[in-house]
């Protein structure tokens, strides 16, 4: 009874429309512990679902950041019918990424024509995240923002930014990283979507947070964002949401919404409401009123409590000065219910398996009985004691008998033992697999408690250790270990595991909780050498996650140091190693962990990229084969292996793996994008694109899917479908300096050469030492007749990247029209020296060296081409050219008939390929003195509209060869004048 009032405050807004104004939809329901809040959001939940189309979800203290509280919602909406399905799938993708990112990982690729390229600082966009960031946090957690003030928001936006590099190179989407740093931003907007769907399906959707005082420092932003902002989309109006708790809202989070949330303060019984209460309980002796009104002190649970309890019937028993909860205990009658009650009190959470276990066993069929009591509330399928009254009874037996109570906590941690080592013998796996199975972490937790319940001392080298462990899995669980040490502080009476509560929970808070809360437990004398080691090796893991490689490789030497025979240290330290480009050294650390541990998938794994990196193919398949063997479903391994067969030219056993990789995880950015960029390069454009609008599909602001479809929209002539994408990805991603550079390349053979040149200044100004800016603006430059800008631009590029291959190739070229020949043939050496089966850097060097009248050395150049594609026409051109110079007349107009006839073959292609093929049919008629049907073939071409690009490059190759073939040059004017006529 009571509570009348704010019962009917609720009840009321069903009868209201929620489009007005004055609306009620955020309600806050304040006061003191046991004075029925509870109770009362319960009953608030039931006249919800009384309504004609009413769901609910009912969240509790058992989250522990704002992704839990959405699962949680999404999880009670199912059960009643209404699953929030894109939700779901989004949080799949995230966990799945996560993993990803925490495993082990492929080296960096940058994309297709560009070199890699240092960063020196953080990008404008780090930065400002970064200032936001700090802003919020200052805003966000009670007094930070003097720590705030004192952060450089540069330093901080470095590190953002080398996190993001770091997952760029082990996700590939930029989306699934953005997922990966940012959750709330890619999980929020699509649990917004399915609860505005099923708002749609409902008259009204109530979510109600309760015990909100524990809750409420990790989900304010996230709540007041979707509350009141945009940022995340927006709450359909007939959602309300009540917040329960003790304490008031916190104004820096709120302050400027409060005029809008509907208080509810409750506070102790009125007497009336009190006797009110008694008297549907039955309890009209005024003797048993005046002993409840005295010792309860109206509190509404304890009243409640004391009326079921008769005490009327009780009431000149005991000593009145007792407590509440042992008068409650004296007044049942019945001996084993007393002692189970007493017995429940002692677990987090009690089911009827945890009852049967602990209580004794005359009582143990009164389970129904259990969660009947006043101070017991259902939680998923369990109950728990009210905070007030399960204090009161810890403190009691503790205090009565401490030995009993040692009993009894290690009696629990045993039964929560042996749940687990049960459970472990079905998980199988490592260590990371167990830890990454809820039923089985809360199995661990609670045997935790309970060991430090019963020896708050010699447990606390275990819980510490443990700890570590829950800080790998991410910052939520390091949350719940944290409050589970200072929990078992609180009900021991113990200010050294108080203190350990407090500290991680203050390090979950840090900008690098990981970091935060391992150095403080390497610092901890309890910590044994096991701990310390574990210690050592997620730090490392987490210092390699935010790119401090150097330092992650020191933590992973410290525990190797200190536990030598362990699997784990010794394959930290090969991905350590492989990551910092030491792949023999990381072979030899991997191969330690897997003689120690066989089965080590992640070891095998890391071990065949490393071997892939050194060129190892053999024992690079070897291992990934083993990785899957153990792990059928190592999505990454598949993947990875693909890599090798496309360095070995496998392409079709490389669209296998990368498929079957899809295939597990359907979702797959990295590999689906990979697959998409192998097509490209088989030539199967229409494929590539289908697999870059799957991408599209999965994630709409995928920006990197929409810029990589425009790439192949360019290969294929449709610049303007490639301008859209670009434009989209820019749009998506305004710092992306890569589409910025794709889309100057669109605008420069569309001829918009202004719009090309801003593109590219803003690409130059975004990352000012992205050589393949500068390179590909060094081709604008040239085409435009800048030749002191190209030359200046391509030098540029190769500065900043000396293994710049395709830049060398193309200032060689440049300096080879420009009659600077030697230096053209040293641009070409090196290029070649870089890769030497390109045919296309052969060629080139072919052609310097018949100008330069050195026959033998271009013929040599020529048989290198023809061995790297003998089916290649432009390589059977070369040959030919180089034979006939060297005196082999014969077989030079073999090898040029072999390349007219793969010309003439490949005329009946797409446009791209058939301009191709009828600009190499110009130049072989040329050189065969064929005028009459060079110029023909430049009709042809021209009649194709190719666009100013392969027009201009037919004439270039025609200049130069002119300058090689004295004989043929009155055909090469001929139909250069031809060209240039039909430009």
């Not at 799957?694 to 990197?704: F, G, L, N, T």
């Not at 992306?736 to 100004?765: L, N, P, Q, S, T």
């Amino acid at each position: 009874m009571g509570r009348r009032n704010e019962l009917a405050v609720f009840r009321e807004t069903f009868a209201r429309d929620p489009e007005e104004a004055d609306f009620p939809f955020l309600f806050h329901v304040r006061g003191n512990g046991g004075v029925g809040k509870s109770t009362l959001v319960r009953q608030w939940e039931a006249a919800a679902r009384e309504q004609t189309s009413c769901v609910t979800a009912f969240v509790g203290d058992d989250v522990h950041d704002a992704v839990e509280a959405m699962e949680a919602v999404s999880v009670r909406l199912g059960r009643q019918g209404h699953p929030l399905k894109r939700f779901d799938k989004q949080l799949a993708t995230y966990r799945q990424r996560r993993h990803q990112a925490e495993g082990s990982v492929p080296a960096s690729q940058p994309a297709p024509g560009e070199p890699g390229a240092a960063e020196p600082g953080p990008s404008p966009a780090g930065t400002v995240a970064a200032q936001v960031a700090l802003a919020g946090l200052g805003g966000l957690v009670p007094g930070a923002g003097a720590l705030v003030g004192a952060i450089d928001p540069q330093q901080v936006a470095l590190g953002a930014d080398r996190v993001r590099a770091m997952l760029n190179t082990r996700l590939r989407s930029h989306d699934d990283v953005h997922l990966v740093m940012n959750p709330l931003a890619g999980l929020a907007p699509a649990f917004l979507d399915d609860l505005t769907d099923v708002a749609d399906r409902c008259e009204r959707v109530v979510l109600i947070f309760d015990v909100y005082e524990r809750t409420g420092p990790v989900l304010d932003a996230w709540l007041r964002t979707i509350a009141f902002g945009d940022e995340y989309g927006s709450l359909p109006v007939n959602v309300q949401i009540v917040l329960s708790g003790q304490l008031r809202l916190d104004t820096r989070v709120w302050g400027d919404c409060m005029g809008q949330v509907t208080e509810v303060s409750l506070d102790v019984f009125s007497e009336e409401e009190a006797r009110t209460l008694l008297a549907t309980h039955g309890v009209t002796d005024e003797a048993g009123i005046e002993l409840v009104l005295r010792l309860s002190g109206r509190l509404p649970l304890l009243v409640d409590m004391l009326a079921r309890s008769d005490p009327g019937r009780n009431a000149g028993i005991g000593d009145p000065s007792e407590t509440a909860v042992e008068r409650f205990l004296k007044w049942e009658p019945d001996e084993e219910r007393r002692e189970a009650a007493l017995a429940c009190a002692l677990p987090l959470l009690v089911d009827e398996d945890v009852y049967r276990a602990v209580v004794p066993e005359a009582a143990g069929g009164s389970y129904a009985w259990l969660r009947g009591l006043a101070f017991v509330s259902p939680q998923d399928g369990r109950c728990r004691y009210h905070d007030v009254v399960r204090a009161a009874m810890l403190r009691l037996q503790r205090t009565r008998s401490p030995a009993r109570w040692q009993e009894a906590h290690l009696r629990l941690a045993e039964l929560f033992g042996r749940w687990r080592l049960a459970m472990e013998a079905d998980i199988g796996g490592d260590s990371d697999d167990r830890w990454g199975d809820a039923a089985w972490r809360e199995h661990r937790l609670n045997e935790t408690y309970h060991r430090l319940c019963a020896n708050p001392r010699t447990a606390l080298p275990d819980a510490l250790r443990q700890s570590a462990h829950a800080v790998g899995l991410d910052v939520a669980t390091l949350r719940r270990w944290a409050q589970i040490l200072g929990g078992a502080g609180v009900d021991t009476d113990s200010e050294v595991l108080v203190s350990w509560g407090r500290r991680l929970e203050a390090a979950a808070e840090q900008e690098t909780p990981g970091v935060a809360a391992l150095s403080m437990l390497l610092r901890a004398p309890e910590l044994d050498t096991a701990g310390r080691a574990l210690a050592y090796t997620i730090r490392a893991e987490e210092h390699r996650d935010v790119g401090d490689d150097e330092k992650a490789l020191q933590d992973c030497v410290e525990a190797v140091a200190l536990t030598p025979d362990d699997a784990r240290p010794h394959a930290g330290l090969g991905e350590t190693y492989r990551v910092l480009g030491r792949h023999e050294e990381a072979v030899a650390a991997c191969s330690r962990a897997v003689e120690i541990e066989p089965r080590h998938a992640l070891a095998y794994g890391s071990r065949g990229d490393a071997y892939r990196n050194l060129g190892r193919h053999d024992e690079a398949f070897a291992d990934f084969a083993r990785a899957i063997e153990i792990d059928p479903l190592y999505a990454w391994a598949f993947a990875s292996r693909a890599r090798v067969h496309e360095a070995l030219g496998s392409h079709e056993e490389a669209l296998a793996d990368y498929t079957r990789a899809i295939e597990i995880d359907p979702r797959y950015g990295w590999a689906l994008g990979s697959r998409a960029w192998l097509f490209e390069r088989m030539g199967r454009h229409e494929d590539a694109l289908a697999d870059f609008a799957r991408a599209i599909e999965i994630d709409p602001v995928y920006a990197w899917a929409f810029a990589s479809r425009a790439r192949v929209y360019e290969e294929m002539g449709r610049h303007g479908d490639a301008l859209a994408d670009f434009s989209r990805a820019i749009e998506l991603d305004p710092q992306y300096a890569w589409a910025h550079v794709g889309r100057a390349r669109v605008y420069e053979e569309m001829g918009r050469r202004d719009e090309a040149f801003a593109d590219f200044a803003r690409a130059i100004e975004i990352d000012p030492v992205y050589a393949w800016a500068h390179g590909r603006r060094a081709q604008t430059y040239e085409a435009m007749g800048r030749h002191g800008d190209a030359l200046a631009d391509y030098s540029r590029a190769i500065e900043l990247d000396p293994q710049y291959m395709w830049a060398l190739g193309c200032r060689g070229e440049m300096y080879e029209r420009l009659g600077r020949r030697e230096e053209a043939l040293a641009d070409l050496t090196a290029a070649a020296e870089l890769d030497p089966r390109s045919d296309w850097i052969l060629n080139s060097r072919t052609r310097v060296l018949l100008s330069l009248g050195r026959h033998e050395e271009a013929l040599a150049d020529s048989v290198l081409a023809l061995e790297v594609d003998p089916e290649d026409s432009w390589n059977h051109f070369f040959h030919g050219l180089a034979l006939r110079a060297a005196g082999s007349r014969p077989e030079g107009e073999a090898s040029l008939g072999r390349a007219m006839s793969i010309f003439t073959a490949a005329a009946t292609g797409d446009r791209e390929a058939v301009a191709d093929a009828y600009g190499g049919m110009v130049v072989v008629h040329c050189v065969l003195l064929d005028g009459d049907g060079a110029v023909a073939r430049c009709d042809e071409l021209l009649a194709l509209s190719p666009g100013e690009k392969p027009v201009r490059e037919r004439i270039e190759e025609l200049e130069l060869l002119g300058r090689i073939l004295p004989e043929a040059r009155p055909c090469f004017e001929r139909a250069t004048r031809r060209l240039r006529d039909g430009l």
